[in-house]
């Protein structure tokens, strides 16, 4: 898929999925501040890259996606709730998040907070909605516990323990891609993993779908990883030489830009193998969201 097809892609299931999550706040039970500081998150922008993937991966199995927009939104908060408790002071204390200020700069601490919590647990009760869209139940039941052991501490808030712990340590490289894995990809594999449950994928193809997820999710942190060294700081929205200034080990600080960079075109090629393991009817768009892991500037 050519490059601006892709880019209308993801402008177009973005532009849907942030219409179905301010919809879904639009509800007379959540407080006032609550939900304003709720939607103030979700609304600040992003390439909405998880809940495409949950898309673009039932499409791939040439099924309609409009089961799967509970689950991409469910992802979606869940995603959101992590960035507003990671800019949290006593976390990474930012002050800026995709060139905004952060939750916590504009609602208080506390109620940043509660919106991360809310977003959380409003994700389960999103996601449930899929069965009033046909989705099996047995199918949804294996997505939410798929979802809630990625995101939970065997999964994304592991990692991002394990992040926590590791400033101002030098690791090694194994630690590193631990954290990059349980942060980072995690929830990038459940998000492909969703979209075959419910296409009704084989073993074989979820398994081939998990290694191109998890390698995709690799690459996409170790770009981020560069992108802090050698980005452009009002494209990616926050300081250049933030993780340097924590003295956070990342890829470039560990093995250099040049072995990083090659670490990374070596993920998305074996993605691209697992996919066509995969032998999916129509994977053309999946390749190409692999391809825009290394090519994307924020």
């Known amino acids: 898929m050519r490059d601006a097809r892709l880019a209308e892609y993801i402008n177009e299931k973005a532009a849907l999925i942030t219409d179905h999550l301010l919809k879904s706040l639009d509800t007379p039970d959540i407080p006032e501040a609550l939900r304003q500081s709720m939607s103030y998150s979700l609304q600040a922008g992003g390439k909405r890259l998880r809940p495409v993937l949950v898309l673009a991966t039932l499409e791939a199995f040439d099924k309609p996606a409009d089961a799967a927009v509970p689950i991409a939104c469910a992802i979606e ?163 250049v030489g933030s993780d340097a200034e924590r003295s956070k080990s990342t890829y470039p600080a560990l093995l250099g830009l040049e072995e990083s960079t090659a670490i990374l075109h070596t993920l998305i090629e074996d993605a691209g193998e697992a996919l066509r393991e995969a032998q999916l009817p129509s994977d053309s768009l999946l390749h190409s969201l692999a391809a825009f892991i290394i090519q994307r500037d924020h």
């Open 77 to 239: 908060m869940i995603h959101t709730y992590s960035l507003i408790h990671d800019d949290l002071p006593a976390m990474d204390n930012d002050d800026f998040r995709r060139g905004k200020p952060t939750n916590h700069k504009v609602y208080g601490e506390a109620m940043a907070i509660l919106a991360g919590d809310a977003l959380l647990t409003y994700a389960f009760e999103v996601i449930c909605r899929a069965e009033n869209l046909g989705v099996p139940a047995s199918r949804l039941l294996r997505i939410i516990s798929e979802l809630a052991s990625c995101a939970g501490a065997k999964g994304m808030v592991g990692g991002q323990a394990a992040d926590m712990e590791a400033e101002n340590k030098q690791l090694s490289l194994a630690e590193l891609q631990y954290i990059h894995q349980h942060k980072t990809a995690d929830l990038l594999v459940f998000c492909a993993r969703a979209g075959a449950i419910l296409a009704g994928a084989s073993e074989r193809q979820l398994a081939s779908l998990t290694r191109y997820a998890n390698n995709i999710g690799l690459a996409f942190q170790i770009k981020d990883d560069i992108l802090d060294v050698i980005g452009d700081e009002e494209k990616i929205g926050k300081p």
